[in-house]
């Protein structure tokens, strides 16, 4: 198969011929149809995650049809249309048991804990568990962008933040985790205030169905504008970016009891930020994370899509070929362009 290859971390990737992966008793291979790219590639193509070995092919949003399938399976048949959540569930632990497989204690994650999909074929472990059949009607190249920041901005807006309509969220960071947050948020009824440094990712976020929007690099307080915005701070806040400030300003900018939802990765460098615990305790604050979504949850936002309710195709940017996806993956940390990057081309 072709496979794009990072062979040390932070040097550029090649496209390679490797051998076709062959499925586990419990799993399947998936042709891939479609293949989103991620800032979460960018991290562990540059070495944040302690999981990937060299070398590596990254990968983790996708979408695609059955191959090929283990002698354990029951569920599948090859030709099924299928998608997978990012983190998958072994469906035997204690988590997975209460249903939590986001959470699973022997967890995989294609793209991390093994090779994964910017490929022309991807190995699935414990598919009766964590494949999701897709609709006919939904292309594979929306049902790609759904895997890894569709899915865990959902969580954060419905599970985690348990966000109600006429309620305000604030939404730091535009890109493809804080438009997909700002869409959900407006379809459950929520007021969105989009907060990002980028006009072009702001005039998105506004056609998306964000009530009111700050730009963070042109006024002089983040929290005071938020604030006044939603006359005393937001009810559900979401970090989308990932970092320091945009994970400060989320908390600050709550009104009391108020929950902030830790969507962007906080790696390396960043992975201890400063919060500000006097408010939490003040204030009685939430402070929760949001790590994908389990299969079993994809009925509810599948429906949503069907029904009109929610549209994740409006958030792709751009479609690119296999081999253009190894300068996207490079540049993903320079957050250029606005939406969500797929491959549909292998």
Not at 198 to 227: F, H, I, P, W
Not at 249 to 271: D, F, P, T
Not at 333 to 340: I, L, P, Q, R
Request: proline residues 5%.
């Amino acid at each position: 198969m072709k496979a794009v290859v990072f062979e040390q971390f932070s040097a550029p990737p090649t496209l390679q011929q490797l051998p076709d992966p062959t499925p586990e008793p419990h799993g399947v291979v998936v042709k891939v149809m479609a293949n989103g790219v991620c800032r979460s590639d960018w991290h562990g193509w540059v070495g944040h995650d302690t999981d990937i070995q060299l070398p590596h092919v990254p990968g983790h949003e996708l979408s695609g049809v059955v191959e090929a399938v283990g002698k354990d399976v029951k569920k599948w048949r090859i030709g099924d249309r299928v998608t997978v959540p990012f983190v998958g569930g072994c469906g035997t632990c204690p988590e997975c048991h209460s249903g939590n497989h986001q959470v699973c204690d022997s967890q995989f994650q294609p793209g991390f804990t093994h090779w994964g999909s910017f490929a022309e074929y991807v190995g699935i472990h414990y598919a009766d568990v964590n494949l999701v059949a897709l609709p006919e009607t939904l292309d594979f190249a929306t049902a790609a962008s759904l895997g890894c920041r569709f899915v865990t901005s959902f969580r954060a807006v419905v599970d985690q933040g348990k966000t109600a309509a006429g309620q305000w969220v604030a939404v730091h960071g535009c890109g493809g985790v804080g438009l997909s947050a700002v869409m959900i948020a407006n379809a459950v009824g929520a007021n969105v205030v989009a907060i990002d440094i980028s006009e072009g990712a702001l005039d998105l976020a506004r056609q998306l169905g964000a009530t009111a929007t700050v730009n963070a690099a042109k006024v002089a307080n983040v929290v005071e504008a938020v604030a006044e915005i939603t006359r005393g701070g937001a009810h559900v806040s979401l970090d989308a970016l990932g970092h320091p400030t945009t994970c400060f300003n989320s908390i600050s900018n709550l009104r009391k009891r108020g929950k902030h939802v830790q969507v962007g990765l906080m790696l390396a460098e960043n992975s201890t930020p400063a919060i500000p615990m006097s408010k939490v305790i003040a204030h009685e604050l939430e402070i929760l994370g949001s790590h994908g979504m389990q299969a079993h949850r994809y009925d509810a936002m599948l429906a949503m899509i069907q029904s009109g309710k929610l549209a994740p195709e409006k958030l792709i940017g751009k479609r690119i070929n296999l081999e253009q996806s190894i300068e996207a993956l490079m540049n993903m940390d320079k957050f250029e362009g606005a939406g969500v990057t797929v491959v549909t081309e292998f």
